[in-house]
């Protein structure tokens, strides 16, 4: 059995007057005195609402709780119907209670106004058919009006967070941003909270804290630089924040070794490269062919989905979180720890290299390590000088299983070797393809005929029965048995992909090692 109070939390809706547009406007006694809804079927009408006019179209509602703020001025040939409602009960929800226009709403909403208006007007047998068509108009409705929340909801919660993100370090009221999304401060606090699982202020907080962190990584400022750095006025309540948020003072967290999560195989194999196991890491084949971890080190699939991997990523207490920019789980992890982003395409392998190596504070290890491997590049092109002579032009090509892929230094795959270690140049026909700016040239696998190079390289070459035999008929085509490389023998079908995928210290040194290989043997 149900308590009282349990029936009273249900709330009633009965239609009790349905007027057609046209009558509201012809007749000036119209007033309504309770909510009402405006359903055009058809043409337009123009209204006044809190002082504004507002045009409404076909398919349009507009749902009223004031009756004193609205006025409806001419209809321009248009058909619909205004309902005015009465509400019975204690909880009444927010959604129905803020003047609301939807457009564009759907065929099964305009048949069921129809439906009641006809049988409001006809009446029938039964008596309650009028108010189970009602409800079933208001289930629609509701159902509108509650996607239409979330959406907008999603388009102006987006649009601050962008905001904040890029402007944190300035003074950001509460006030301000619910300005800037159009909505009241109590909204615009519990539709926050519930996006982003924070309260305003402790957004900010940890935007600017974590934003510190990044900055400790390379350097101990003055703890009131460090302050204005990221939006506070002074170092005193900047430690006070920060040692409250990360557990230690912001000298201890420069100082501490840290514990670091590297998301790509590229950043992994950098922190290899200095004798630095991270706490969690991505690894390729090449990569755990090189060094050997536990499974428990490992991130299973992180390329793909977050959500797998959130919990050990959380569990293993980072200091710190490596990754390429522009990664969609960065928002996610604020709240496990900073999340470092290195360009990939605004930097090279050594840049990188040499960042992650100031982090772990390992900047003899990489000088060292690029050392070393300058000198093997001294040597190969020496090796390269007495063989080949002047170099020419090379062009380095993956086959996958329905395009070509050319490849250019910013994405590796051992072009960066070819051309700026090993004096190799980019055919003209790349060149002009812009690929100095886009990274790389995707083109149908027919099509590689038509990129003629001095020497050319295949990396990669389709898996498939159906696809290696579309590749062997370009292979066997006139066309490419007539580009020079064919004619000179200085065609390399490598076929490592693995190998040349990462664009890294331990991936690069063994592309040297296999491109001297085929071209010295």
Same mark, same amino acid.
């Given at each position: 059995m149900y308590k009282d109070n349990q029936l009273l939390s249900h709330v009633f809706y009965q239609p009790i007057q349905i007027v057609k547009l046209e009558e509201m406007v012809s007749c000036k006694e119209v007033h309504f005195t309770h909510p009402f809804i405006v359903i055009v079927y058809e043409g337009h009408i123009m209204c006044m609402l809190q002082g504004r006019p507002i045009q409404l179209s076909s398919n349009s509602v507009m749902f009223l709780e004031d009756t004193d703020d609205f006025y409806l001025l001419e209809t321009r040939e248009s058909t619909g119907i205004v309902i005015q409602y009465r509400a019975y009960g204690?909880?009444?929800?927010?959604?129905?209670?803020?003047?609301?226009?939807?457009?564009?709403?759907?065929?099964?909403?305009?048949? =069921?106004?129809?439906?009641?208006?006809k049988e409001a007007t006809v009446g029938g047998s039964n008596p309650f058919r009028l108010q189970k068509l009602f409800g079933e108009m208001l289930e629609e409705l509701y159902s509108h009006l509650r996607d239409n929340k979330q959406q907008q909801e999603g388009l102006w919660i987006d649009k601050v967070l962008h905001y904040i993100n890029l402007h944190f370090r300035d003074e950001l009221t509460r006030e301000q941003m619910a300005e800037k999304a159009q909505v009241s401060p109590e909204h615009f606090s519990?539709?926050?909270?519930?996006?982003?699982?924070?309260?305003?202020?402790?957004?900010?907080?940890?935007?600017?804290?974590?934003?510190?962190?990044?900055?400790? =990584?390379?350097?101990?400022?003055?703890?009131?630089?460090l302050a204005h750095e990221v939006g506070y006025r002074e170092g005193t309540y900047f430690s006070r924040k920060f040692r409250e948020f990360v557990g230690v003072s912001p000298t201890v967290y420069y100082q501490k070794s840290k514990r670091i999560i590297a998301l790509n195989t590229n950043h992994t194999a950098c922190l290899l490269a200095l004798g630095i196991t991270p706490v969690l890491?991505?690894?390729?084949?090449?990569?755990?062919?090189?060094?050997?971890?536990?499974?428990?080190?490992?991130?299973?699939?992180?390329?793909?989905?977050?959500?797998?991997?959130?919990?050990?990523?959380?569990?293993?207490?980072?200091?710190?979180?490596?990754?390429?920019?522009?990664?969609?789980?960065?928002?996610?992890?604020?709240?496990?720890?900073?999340?470092?982003?290195?360009?990939?395409k605004q930097l090279s392998w050594r840049e990188?290299?040499?960042?992650?190596?100031?982090?772990?504070?390992?900047?003899?290890?990489?000088?060292?390590?690029?050392?070393?491997?300058?000198?093997?590049?001294?040597?190969?092109?020496?090796?390269?000088?007495?063989?080949?002579?002047e170099r020419g032009s090379a062009i380095v090509w993956e086959i996958g299983s329905h395009e070509a892929y050319c490849l250019n230094s910013s994405h590796g795959r051992g072009s960066h070797i070819l051309y700026e270690d090993l004096g190799f140049r980019r055919p003209d026909a790349i060149v002009t393809q812009n690929i100095n700016q886009t990274g790389y040239l995707t083109v149908d696998i027919e099509d590689i005929v038509h990129f003629p190079a001095d020497y050319i390289f295949v990396t990669a070459l389709p898996t498939k029965d159906f696809k290696k035999e579309r590749f062997l008929n370009v292979l066997h085509s006139e066309k490419w048995q007539s580009l020079t490389a064919v004619q000179k023998k200085q065609v390399y079908f490598i076929n490592q992909y693995e190998l040349f995928y990462g664009y890294d210290p331990l991936s690069t040194a063994a592309q040297l090692q296999k491109l001297m290989q085929v071209l010295t043997s």
């Open positions: 204690s909880k009444r929800d927010s959604l129905l209670q803020e003047a609301t226009l939807m457009e564009h709403c759907s065929y099964r909403l305009m048949n =069921l106004a129809k439906e009641v208006e519990r539709t926050f909270h519930k996006h982003t699982g924070y309260t305003y202020s402790a957004y900010l907080t940890l935007l600017r804290i974590r934003e510190s962190q990044k900055k400790l =990584l390379f350097a101990m400022p003055k703890l009131d630089d890491g991505v690894y390729s084949p090449f990569l755990e062919g090189i060094k050997s971890v536990p499974s428990l080190q490992k991130l299973k699939g992180y390329e793909y989905d977050i959500t797998s991997n959130y919990r050990e990523i959380t569990a293993a207490c980072p200091d710190v979180i490596i990754n390429y920019s522009g990664g969609r789980e960065k928002q996610a992890l604020l709240s496990v720890a900073p999340v470092l982003e290195l360009p990939c990188q290299f040499a960042l992650i190596a100031n982090i772990v504070d390992r900047q003899e290890v990489y000088k060292n390590w690029l050392q070393q491997y300058d000198e093997q590049i001294a040597l190969c092109n020496h090796i390269l000088d007495q063989k080949l002579g």
